[in-house]
């Protein structure tokens, strides 16, 4: 059983669904397919049950994911360690989510070159970050707040008001700012709950704290995307901070109650992270 094979495995059962897992791993779905059933064959055992709805583990399937995650956080851990062992500057597995203020990476390698660290990044939304956290398959999770942050440590580094994103032609964009109540009517340009979930309840919340409970639509994290959506002429709007505007959109601030978008640096109590506080204290100046 090769690591190859276990990462394979990993991909599969997170996502539930072999396309998706496949383009995940950057590999066609029939050559991940057949990666898979050679891991069953040589274990014995059928990981999966393949229905029309996607791929769920069996419990062999559920008995192996933990022991292959594990084995593929050692594997990352070790590669880790000859290379620091080998170099001055030690390197850390970074996760950014979508979303992030445009400065907040500049910012985050330049604290880390001034700890001596490498970070190394991956893409993944606040929820799986936290998940892989805990499992030891990164070392700094950058994450949405609200979020459960329980037995890790964290560390503020962004924080902003959201205000109302919209087409220059919108019927609200000659305010200077925003009413709750100019918003009846407006649908939400929202984004899936499984991606941030405490972000996500905290600002439908305040929304319908403030008198509006919008019809939402979920989109994609992509700017092209959601350009194309804002201007359809239909009656919608985002929640987004500032920097969010761009030639085709207007942002305006709301007049009052306005919820916030804030960005914590997270890292495990137990790992005995030096570094990771070293780049939370550069941060916070």
Request: hydrophobic residues 50%; glycine residues 8%; positive net charge.
């Amino acid at each position: 059983m090769e690591l190859r094979q276990l990462r394979y495995f990993v991909a599969v059962a997170e996502e539930a669904n072999l396309t998706r897992a496949a383009e995940r791993l950057g590999l066609r779905s029939p050559s991940l397919s057949q990666q898979i059933r050679g891991l069953e064959r040589e274990l014995g055992a059928a990981l999966f049950d393949r229905t029309a709805a996607g791929m769920e583990p069996t419990p062999a399937g559920a008995a192996l994911l933990p022991e292959a995650r594990a084995a593929l956080a050692a594997a990352e851990r070790g590669a880790r360690a000859v290379a620091d062992a080998s170099s001055a500057t030690a390197s850390l597995v970074v996760g950014v989510p979508p979303g992030v203020p445009p400065d907040l990476p500049g910012r985050l390698g330049a604290a880390a070159r001034d700890a001596r660290v490498r970070p190394v990044y991956e893409d993944a939304a606040t929820d799986r970050q936290l998940a892989a956290l805990r499992r030891r398959e990164l070392d700094l999770a950058v994450v949405t707040l609200p979020a459960d942050l329980a037995g890790l440590a964290r560390e503020i580094v962004h924080d902003e008001p959201l205000g109302v994103l919209m087409a220059d032609g919108h019927r609200l964009a000659a305010r200077d700012a925003v009413a709750w109540r100019d918003l009846a009517g407006e649908r939400l340009l929202w984004f899936d709950r499984g991606l941030a979930s405490g972000y996500h309840d905290a600002v439908l919340g305040a929304c319908r704290a403030a008198g509006w409970d919008p019809e939402t639509r979920v989109s994609t994290a992509r700017r092209a995307v959601e350009r194309a959506e804002l201007a359809s002429g239909e009656p919608i709007v985002a929640l987004r901070p500032a920097w969010a505007a761009e030639p085709g959109l207007v942002w305006r601030p709301f007049a009052a109650d306005a919820p916030r978008l804030r960005f914590a640096l997270a890292w495990r109590r137990d790992a005995g992270h030096t570094r990771a506080e070293a780049i939370a204290r550069r941060l916070r100046r």
